[in-house]
T-cell receptor, first 112, second 109 residues
Framework: SAVISQKPSRDICQRGTSLTIQCQVD?????MFWYRQQPGQSLTLIAT?????????ESGFVIDKFPISRPNLTFSTLTVSNMSPEDSSIYLC?????????FGPGTRLTVT | GENVEQHPSTLSVQEGDSAVIKCTYS??????FPWYKQELGKGPQLIID?????GEKKDQRIAVTLNKTAKHFSLHITETQPEDSAVYFC????????FGKGTSLLVTP
């Protein structure tokens, strides 16, 4: 497994602003992912963060709204842009070793 | 795409009893079936998984069974303890994880 940290752990933001979430892993890993978990709901994959190339987005998620960076094999960022209250969720990064995926602690975002 | 159904949505048991959570899936190509435990305010924790060439796997008080023909798999927790109280998610994978909607387990002393 891996030790995964996220910053910030939580934030309250005003609508129309943007927030960048950081994910740091303690070892190099090829596959990193970003998920959204709306209150009381299951996890939904936003995108796969690819090192050295553009992220691969799932249906319903677009780069303009959720730009992702992956500058190296231990770090990624997710930006939630032009936020609205509907973006209030937990945002989780995960890493994969083979089929096994491990999750960070999450970033709890509230948009007012 | 893959459809994963998980039941029950809530489960309350007394300490020491067993708990069983069941999931069904639609894509027969899925070949990896993990279970996650999510405690309040934390990220999901991988607790056990099973691959498609195995029918059962056990790790201390938890076990997972897989029936590929019927496309269902189950999580069994024996001798439940209050610290087992959490939300449990099943998932399936061929390439990406597809999650069930979760089961909120409450173990009462």
């Amino acid at each position: 497994s891996a030790v995964i940290s996220q910053k910030p752990s939580r934030d309250i933001c005003q609508r129309g602003t943007s927030l960048t979430i950081q994910c740091q892993v303690d070892s190099q890993v090829t596959m990193m992912f970003w998920y959204r978990q709306q209150p009381g709901q299951s996890l939904t994959l936003i995108a796969t963060a690819n090192q050295g190339s553009e992220a691969t987005y799932e249906s319903g998620f677009v780069i303009d709204k959720f730009p992702i960076s992956r500058p190296n094999l231990t770090f990624s960022t997710l930006t939630v842009s032009n936020m609205s209250p509907e973006d209030s969720s937990i945002y989780l990064c995960s890493v994969a070793y083979g089929p096994e995926q491990y999750f960070g602690p999450g970033t709890r975002l509230t948009v007012t | 795409g893959e459809n994963v159904e998980q039941h029950p949505s809530t489960l309350s048991v007394q300490e020491g009893d067993s708990a069983v959570i069941k999931c069904t899936y639609s894509d027969s190509a899925s070949n990896y079936f993990p279970w996650y435990k999510q405690e309040l305010g934390k990220g999901p924790q991988l607790i056990i998984d099973i691959r498609s060439n195995v029918g059962e796997k056990k790790d201390q008080r938890i076990a997972v069974t897989l029936n590929k023909t019927a496309k269902h798999f189950s999580l069994h927790i024996t001798e439940t303890q209050p610290e087992d109280s959490a939300v449990y998610f099943c998932a399936t994978s061929l390439y990406a994880l597809n999650f069930g909607k979760g089961t909120s387990l409450l173990v009462t002393p």
